[in-house]
């Protein structure tokens, strides 16, 4: 596609109800990353992939968040049992290629999730 | 640990002017990338610029340019010549050489006055 989407692009959920937001990268985009940006904050790094390859989940903030790119192209991420506190907007970024070399990352517009 | 303080939160320029955005970060590394990206209301986060540490000439983009002070760990934007569709929020960002995930400032909220 043109650029990275995501969806849904809102989320409503109860506390305690599981979500799963979906990230379509760049075709051809090896890295994937996810990012929480809280209302009034800057983005803060979750996990990345490259490829299939879960390679950090350092920022993610509990053992109910998790990631996944099975195929090394769509990711999912998943947060199971949701808190108020998980009320955020999700970004999802793809690049080409990774390491040391610089790629820009493509962002997608987010996903807005405001659990109630 | 990397850190990037953004100290205001807000910031006004009529238009046609130019606004300076600041930016510090704190880092114990020699290599890195800097970045500043505009997010408007549709969330897209855009780059607008970036600069690589070990290049001493500031980075320019059109009408933005950055001033890159290394030692002082500053790096701040400049708008010249402000458009309305310059009004959102930029962030700053950093990145090491060796780590993917970038590392954002909380944000200055830019407003464009006609």
């Known amino acids: 596609g043109a650029g990275v989407s995501q969806s849904p692009r809102y989320k409503v959920a109860k506390r305690g109800q599981d979500v799963a937001l979906r990230c379509d990268p760049i075709?051809?985009?090896?890295?994937l990353f996810w990012y929480q940006q809280a209302l009034g904050q800057g983005p803060e790094f979750l996990t990345y992939f490259q490829n299939e390859a879960q390679l950090d989940k350092s920022g993610l903030p509990s053992d109910r968040f998790f990631a996944e790119r099975p195929e090394g192209s769509v990711s999912t991420l998943k947060i199971q049992r949701t808190q108020q506190e998980d009320s955020a907007v999700y970004l999802c970024?793809?690049?080409?290629?990774?390491?040391?070399?610089?790629?820009?990352?493509?962002f997608g517009p987010g996903t807005r999730l405001t659990v109630l | 640990a990397q850190t990037v303080t953004q100290s205001q939160p807000e910031m006004s320029v009529q238009e046609a002017e130019t606004v300076t955005l600041s930016c510090t970060y704190d880092t114990s590394e020699s290599d890195y990338y800097l970045f500043w990206y505009k997010q408007p209301p549709s969330r897209q986060m855009i780059l607008v610029i970036r600069?690589?540490?070990?290049?001493?000439q500031n980075a320019t983009e059109n009408r933005f340019s950055v001033n890159f002070q290394k030692a002082a760990k500053s790096f701040s934007l400049k708008i010249s010549d402000s458009q309305l569709g310059d009004a959102a929020m930029y962030f700053c960002a950093y990145r090491t050489y060796n780590n993917n995930d970038m590392r954002f400032g909380a944000g200055t909220r830019l407003t464009v006055k006609p």
């Open positions: 970024a793809s690049s080409r290629t990774s390491g040391r070399s610089y790629n820009e990352q493509f």
């Open positions: 600069q690589e540490a070990y290049k001493q």
């Open positions: 075709s051809g985009h090896v890295s």
